[in-house]
């Protein structure tokens, strides 16, 4: 899985057909960003004007024949927010708390991070309505496959490229692969990045974003003067980026002293056994923490994972996980975020406030989106790298977006975020301006 959800639902089938509007709204504080940086870099209002909304937004309603005979329908999303730079790139999220404007508000965060990470693409997100927990193997194969059929206008190679989010995987990505290529009548494999290797994906994709977030804590810690040895890490989701940045920040040395995931949490100050972890994942039916004892380890939840006493804070589950109520008693003195959106507006500027150092998410996570354009890259030349060159371009792109964000936010004398978004808005806006407006 992608990432991971921080909590454990149960659903009716009404939950499915009538989504309930999310605590706090992801589009709200996406938009507000924006404003704020348009205000900031004195942005052409018709430029701004075009970035408030998505280029195009597709609801479709996904019958699916469940196993006991019984028809369910699910709501899905695939919202493209700018093509300005190149096709649409995005992931795909199976998650209960599926609605429009978190999908409009991850497709815009897309936008950003592609251009702050210099890759050629535009923003995408995709969604359905679901409890993935709750689907058998095949319902979720017949999930992907109608979903797929129904997105189809709107997406392509050159249009718009799905890949893995919070609760969807290789294989997944696969079955959109093999659907669209089943109704084309030809292979299209390019059509979707993070898929199984044998099918055209790319070696070291699986642990991209967890990689990349690793690399930015390194970068990050360097500029501070701490020896990654000296550092303790709490990472709060142990789906594909948290597991990954926690194994990869373990290699390079750091104490990984608390993580979790939606069965809650596990802490040792002197540090946990990250090997003995990920094998206990590895045999877990659902990959969860759940049922994992050690000595001197003791069960903390996800509320108090936040707060614990670590140098760095690396949230990557789910958005608005540090708020105005949990922001004051953060410990941490830096964070990195694994995941999209997980600091609301409130808790950013109480971060700011105390001098915590926030590596925003569209630097923090780039790393999964920038292996999944190595990927597509790779499949449209049909050559294949290996994953050494993989990982060498990958730390490439992620040291020089890093490089640059610092620098124009100590010039500019902001936060990163701030820093991030302001380069990202003004790259697309040139790429915007450079197009003109058709017709
Ligand atoms: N879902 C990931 C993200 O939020 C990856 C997207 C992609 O690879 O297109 O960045």
């Known amino acids: 899985m992608e990432q991971q959800a921080t909590e454990k639902r149960t659903v009716s089938p009404s939950d499915t057909a009538a989504p309930a509007p999310p605590k706090a709204d992801l589009w709200s504080t996406v938009l507000q960003q924006l404003d704020d940086v348009a205000q900031r870099l004195g942005l052409n209002p018709?430029?701004?004007?075009?970035?408030?909304?998505p280029e195009r937004e597709l609801t479709v309603a996904v019958p699916v024949l469940m196993d006991d005979?019984?028809?369910?329908?699910?709501?899905?999303?695939?919202?493209?927010?700018?093509?300005?730079?190149?096709?649409?790139k995005g992931g795909l999220r199976y998650h209960l708390d599926v609605n429009l404007n978190e999908v409009r508000a991850l497709a815009a965060l897309m936008t950003w991070k592609c251009a702050v990470a210099g890759i050629p693409y535009g923003g995408a997100k995709g969604g359905v309505c679901c409890d993935p927990v709750r689907l058998s193997e095949n319902e979720l194969c017949r999930l992907t496959r109608r979903y797929t059929a129904m997105i189809m206008p709107i997406i392509g190679p050159k249009r718009d490229i799905p890949a893995p989010d919070v609760n969807t995987n290789p294989q997944v990505m696969a079955w959109i692969a093999d659907t669209v290529s089943m109704l084309e009548f030809q292979t299209v494999i390019d059509i979707v990045t993070g898929k199984p290797v044998p099918l055209g994906g790319s070696l070291g994709r699986r642990e991209a974003t967890g990689r990349g977030v690793a690399i930015v804590t390194a970068e990050l810690l360097r500029r501070k003067g701490r020896a990654l040895a000296e550092t303790t890490v709490a990472v709060q989701g142990y789906g594909n980026v948290g597991s990954s940045a926690a194994t990869i920040l373990n290699e390079m040395g750091c104490k990984i002293v608390a993580v979790s995931d939606v069965t809650g949490g596990l802490y040792n100050p002197h540090g946990l056994n990250i090997a003995a972890i990920n094998e206990h994942v590895a045999r877990h039916p659902r990959g969860w923490l759940e049922g994992y004892s050690a000595p001197d380890v003791e069960r903390i939840t996800n509320e108090e994972l936040l707060t614990i006493d670590a140098h760095v804070l690396i949230p990557a589950a789910l958005e608005h996980q540090l708020r105005a109520d949990n922001a004051a008693r953060v410990q941490a003195e830096m964070i990195i975020e694994g995941?999209?959106?997980?600091?609301?507006?409130?808790?950013?500027?109480?971060?700011?406030?105390?001098?915590?150092?926030?590596?925003?998410?569209?630097?923090?996570?780039?790393?999964?989106?920038?292996?999944?354009?190595?990927?597509?890259?790779?499949?449209?030349?049909?050559?294949?790298?290996?994953?050494?060159?993989?990982?060498?371009?990958?730390?490439?792109?992620?040291?020089?977006?890093?490089?640059?964000?610092?620098?124009?936010?100590?010039?500019?004398?902001?936060?990163?975020?701030?820093?991030?978004?302001?380069?990202?808005?003004d790259r697309v806006a040139e790429a915007l301006q450079a197009r003109g407006i058709f017709p």
């Open 339 to 425: 995941a999209n959106g997980p600091t609301t507006r409130e808790a950013d500027e109480i971060l700011n406030d105390r001098g915590v150092v926030v590596v925003p998410d569209i630097l923090a996570n780039a790393g999964g989106v920038v292996v999944s354009y190595f990927e597509w890259v790779q499949d449209l030349q049909c050559f294949f790298w290996d994953e050494d060159e993989v990982n060498r371009h990958l730390k490439r792109i992620i040291v020089r977006s890093f490089d640059e964000v610092w620098a124009f936010s100590e010039a500019h004398k902001v936060p990163l975020r701030l820093g991030a978004y302001m380069l990202a808005v």
């Open 69 to 88: 005979g019984q028809i369910e329908v699910f709501t899905g999303y695939r919202v493209q927010h700018s093509s300005a730079r190149g096709p649409c």
């Open 46 to 53: 018709g430029i701004h004007a075009i970035l408030r909304q």
